[in-house]
Nanobody, 125 residues
Framework: QVQLVESGGGLVQAGGSLRLSCAAS????????MGWFRQAPGKEREFVAA????????YYADSVKGRFTISRDNAKNTVYLQMNSLNPEDTAVYYC??????????????????WGQGTQVTVSS
């Protein structure tokens, strides 16, 4: 089993940056598919970013492409989401997710097996 804990959220002004971290325990992340999702008040959870071994490049939702970067540190069992040029539309609770046996990247909720509790990101105008 895998346990995930997100951190790094907070309040920032439009145009600012944050780096979210997702610390995993139980297994090494190198053998899992990894992703980030977010959920704004009154809306459904949506895909943000995913990391793939087979393609060699990450995949991003159109709304964050060019602004967000997903990465990992296998030695620390940690996944990161670097968020730049933030705007109020990015305000949401951000969740990291892990899929067992992940080789490709995954963009839908049913494809993931483990979820963190989320970290709040608020962007003021």
């Amino acid at each position: 089993q895998v346990q995930l804990v997100e951190s790094g959220g907070g309040l920032v002004q439009a145009g600012g940056s944050l780096r979210l971290s997702c610390a995993a325990s139980g297994r090494t992340l190198s053998s899992y598919g990894m992703g980030w999702f977010r959920q704004a008040p009154g809306k459904e959870r949506e895909f943000v970013a995913a990391l793939s071994w087979s393609g060699g490049s990450p995949y991003y939702a159109d709304s964050v492409k060019g602004r967000f970067t997903i990465s990992r540190d296998n030695a620390k069992n940690t996944v990161y989401l670097q968020m730049n040029s933030l705007n109020p539309e990015d305000t949401a609770v951000y969740y990291c997710a892990v899929r067992r046996g992940g080789i490709y990247y995954y963009t839908t909720i049913p494809e993931y097996d483990y979820w963190g509790q989320g970290t709040q990101v608020t962007v003021s105008s």
